[in-house]
């Protein structure tokens, strides 16, 4: 996945400016920055939720039975944000050969069970928060696809600003100077100071910005951010060399993912979004695993996907927990998760 850290254009300022007065409510600036860092850190998660869930009583989804629409479902306008692990890359079917994108990822899967009014898939890989202003080769900028009258907006955005790409190929390449140690671990330590942390924790306001414009330009939609898969063991164990990294450093690349998607969490707490958890239906099928057991798929693909992605099982097991969390349309009133429709 290419990594990219341009800044969003001047569109960026002012959707965040609008966000001020579109009902987002953000805690004050210290005790969102100190959230965030525990949280980053792997600090006790449940206590930072339990500090920021007033942020996230913000929601346009239609509320008991019905939907409060005199029983009537309420027609669902669905945009899908996100950048190569939405999108799908190699899965077949290909519907975007500029962006890699799939109809069979995670969005359109759930637009397909939900039969929704409208369906926009914007995401498109290798993209970065930057993307969500600025065009991608033909694909314009993904928030222009969020309008007035969108309803539901699934973002899963953050790996390329952390640098997924870049620390899979510098880790690989350490890994033979020392396959038993911890050679990458040492590398993003050198300074005394962890620089893969330092750099999740400079995206959490990437993310946020990227919010605050989504509920400024959607300001009745839910808005869902989507977290990232198991993509290592999760219990540390390494499998060189089928995946080239040393054996100390798989734990250690396991727990960046982990801080990452805590960050993710709380972003989404602390701005009016609700949090998908992929990691933890994909536990035991990371890309350590046999081919048959496995939704993710090394650097060298054995399914369909490309390299550290979902194949067509992972993209189904993030569907299924994005549908857990929006609920599924057709199951009725009080029945499909927190949307009663």
């Known amino acids: 996945m290419a990594a990219g850290q341009d800044k969003a254009n001047d569109s960026a300022a002012h959707d965040a400016k609008g966000a001020g007065t579109g009902g987002v409510r953000v805690g004050p600036s210290g005790r969102r920055t100190a ?9 006790a998660l449940a206590l930072t939720a339990a500090a920021v869930t007033p942020a ?25 944000l996100g950048d190569s692990y939405t999108a799908g890359p190699v899965i077949p079917t290909q519907v975007d050969a500029n962006c890699a994108r799939s109809d069979n990822n995670y969005p359109s899967l759930v637009n397909r069970t939900d039969h929704f009014a409208s369906f926009t898939d914007a995401s498109c890989s290798g ?11 033909t694909n314009g900028p993904q928030l222009d696809a969020v309008h007035r ?17 870049p620390i899979i190929a510098t880790c690989a390449g350490l890994s033979v100077t020392d396959p038993a140690g911890t050679p990458c671990k040492d590398h993003y ?3 005394g100071v962890d620089q893969l942390t330092v750099t999740i924790l400079k995206t959490a306001p990437k993310i946020a910005q990227v919010l605050r414009a989504v509920h400024s330009r959607a300001p009745h939609a839910e808005v869902v951010v989507v977290g990232y898969p198991d993509l290592l063991p999760d219990d540390g164990v390494g499998c060189f060399p089928s995946v080239p990294f040393a054996a100390g450093d798989f734990p250690y690349l ?19 979004a609700r949090y998908v ?47 857990r969390t929006v609920g599924d349309g057709r199951q009725g009133p009080g029945r499909g998760g927190p949307w009663h429709w």
């Not at 996230?56 to 629409?69: E, K, N």
């Not at 969108?150 to 997924?164: E, H, M, P, S, Y």
């Open 254 to 272: 396991r727990d960046v993912e982990k801080k990452l998607n805590a960050m993710l969490r709380v972003e989404a707490l602390l701005n009016g």
């Open 277 to 323: 958890d992929t990691y933890k239906p994909t536990v035991g099928h990371d890309m350590c695993k046999a081919p048959a057991d496995r939704w993710i798929e090394p650097l060298v693909p054995a399914s369909p996907a490309a390299p550290a992605h979902p194949n067509a099982k992972g993209e189904q097991s993030m569907a299924q927990a994005v549908l």
């Open 35 to 43: 959230v965030t860092v525990a949280a980053a850190l792997g600090g």
């Open 127 to 137: 993209a970065t928060t930057a993307e969500m202003w600025k065009p991608q080769g």
């Open 149 to 165: 009258d969108t309803t539901l907006v699934t973002v899963q955005i953050g790996g390329n600003d952390v640098g997924f790409g």
């Open 56 to 80: 996230a009583a913000h929601s346009g989804r239609p509320s008991g039975p019905g939907g409060g629409h005199g029983g009537h479902a309420p027609a669902v306008h669905y945009v899908a």
């Open 189 to 191: 330590r050198a300074t």
